[in-house]
């Protein structure tokens, strides 16, 4: 193969690394949770998603209000994820949480509706002591929000609820431990009065799908857009426990997506996510958000989780198969005489 060959195949290679890069991302909202040791209230809570909404340290707590959430506790992989919150709920009286645009009422999530499609997804580590519907991730009371209840056997149940009415939702059979660190997403479909009048909705743990069903429409369709972290949109909905990596979708993520979010963008469950990541997105999911959390994860060690992940790896191509795509790329422009014009040698090229 002469130079130019080898010069043009490079460069098909980096159009195909590029390629996802001008598509937008369908992730909303992340929030690592990775601020500092002790934010206080009002500490700023940084979102790392494409359109930023960063979110505030708050309180409802009556008496004595606390400092604000805990930070800095072990996260479920500290060299992938670094830190994470500690939310509690005072006995008697109101717990603490990460205000979006709760206070402010601004209408920021418009997809956050009883019709719209979404994915959630987080890292939990519940503590013994909930109130009955504890919401992690937290909506207006005509959206959805990402709960856990108690079982009556010591562990948690997953469920998805509208936050005013009990006619739409979705409870899991599968559970979360307490004080065990577990991934968990939820994905709802959107509402057609016509074509889809019950949106199905999945969960996953640990980035296994373990149950599905279906929501009715519910909530009175209100016009503000909001979303909290660590509560819900009613009283006594205030989470306790440890909260990491909480991820919101504007549509419903497939379960490879899933898989590899759970696993911190290891796509081929190798323990490190780098270019061969990269391959197996390409060949078994190729979803923007998946390609957005690989991106951020490019680069950085994978630690055992203390919860217990699947071990099931995605496929990727063969090396063969690589090399037989960018011969098969040459040969289409070897007979369409595709004239290939390099950059200027001053012009920046980069695969992020």
Not at 18 to 27: G, I, R, Y
Request: hydrophobic share 40%.
């Amino acid at each position: 193969m002469t130079a130019n060959r080898i010069t043009i195949a490079s460069l098909i290679a980096g159009v195909v690394f590029a390629t996802a890069t001008t598509s937008p991302a369908v992730q909303v909202a992340y929030f690592p949770l990775d601020e500092n040791n002790s934010p206080s209230l009002g500490t700023p809570v940084a979102d790392l998603s494409a359109n930023p909404h960063n979110g505030t340290v708050a309180s409802d707590a009556l008496n004595n209000p606390p400092a604000g959430a805990t930070e800095g506790i072990p996260s479920a992989n500290s060299a992938l994820f670094g830190t994470a919150y500690s939310f509690f709920y005072p006995p008697g009286d109101r717990g603490n949480y990460v205000d979006v645009n709760y206070s402010t009422g601004a209408n920021i999530f418009t997809f956050l509706t009883r019709d719209g499609a979404l994915s959630y997804s987080a890292w939990i580590k519940p503590d013994t002591s909930q109130q009955t519907l504890a919401t992690f991730i937290g909506t207006p009371g005509s959206a959805f929000d990402f709960r856990i209840e108690p079982t009556g056997t010591g562990d948690f149940h997953l469920r998805l609820q509208s936050g005013n009415s009990a006619t739409g939702l979705a409870t899991t059979i599968g559970t979360a431990t307490p004080n065990v660190w577990t991934h968990v997403a939820v994905t709802k479909e959107a509402y057609n009065a016509t074509t889809n009048p019950t949106p199905a909705v999945k969960f996953y743990v640990n980035g296994v799908l373990t149950d599905s069903g279906t929501v009715g429409r519910a909530g009175s369709g209100s016009t503000t857009k909001y979303l909290i972290i660590g509560a819900g949109c009613c009283a006594d909905e205030y989470y306790s426990g440890g909260l990491d990596e909480v991820r919101v979708f504007n549509e419903v993520l497939t379960a490879t997506t899933i898989a590899a979010v759970a696993r911190g963008g290891d796509y081929n469950n190798d323990l490190k996510v780098d270019a061969a990541d990269y391959v197996a997105w390409r060949t078994s999911d190729g979803s923007n958000a998946g390609y957005d959390l690989w991106r951020g994860a490019f680069g950085k060690p994978i630690a055992a989780a203390s919860g217990s992940l699947s071990t099931a790896s995605v496929p990727e191509p063969s090396s063969l198969a690589l090399v037989g795509l960018l011969v098969s790329l040459l040969i289409a422009m070897r007979r369409s005489r595709v004239h290939v014009v390099l950059p200027p040698q001053d012009a920046a090229f980069s695969l992020f």
